[in-house]
Nanobody
Framework: QVQVVESGGGLVQAGGSLRLSCVVS????????MGWYRQAPGSQRELVAT???????NYADSLEGRFTISRDNRKNTVYLQMNSLKVEDTAVFYC??????????????WGQGTQVTVSS
């Protein structure tokens, strides 16, 4: 059984910051790429950032350098530091973890999401 649990969302004013965390737990054989995605009302889920097991990040072009993804492999945790937040960043943020359990092939596990609301 694998659990992916996000935290850190909330309400913040435009220009403010939030730090999201995502902890992966369970019978994990190997934890590989982790990432953050978001889904605004009426929109499709979109990539925010991903990070490999060795710490190489990848960001959506639209972020303009405002977000930073990092991870702590000892804690099976990925973070998303969000600065200079804009109203259009309002969305549910989802964590995705690519991992293997036992001898099964690698697959993606998703969290339930955490709401980020940016007010003007």
């Amino acid at each position: 059984q694998v659990q992916v649990v996000e935290s850190g969302g909330g309400l913040v004013q435009a220009g403010g910051s939030l730090r999201l965390s995502c902890v992966v737990s369970g019978s994990i054989r190997s934890l590989n790429e982790m990432g953050w995605y978001r889904q605004a009302p009426g929109s499709q889920r979109e990539l925010v950032a991903t990070i490999t097991s060795t710490g190489s990040p990848n960001y959506a072009d639209s972020l303009e350098g405002r977000f930073t993804i990092s991870r702590d492999n000892r804690k099976n945790t990925v973070y998303l530091q969000m600065n200079s937040l804009k109203v259009e960043d309002t969305a549910v943020f989802y964590c995705k973890a690519e991992l293997r359990t036992g001898w099964r092939p690698e697959r993606a596990y998703w969290g339930q999401g955490t709401q980020v609301t940016v007010s003007s």
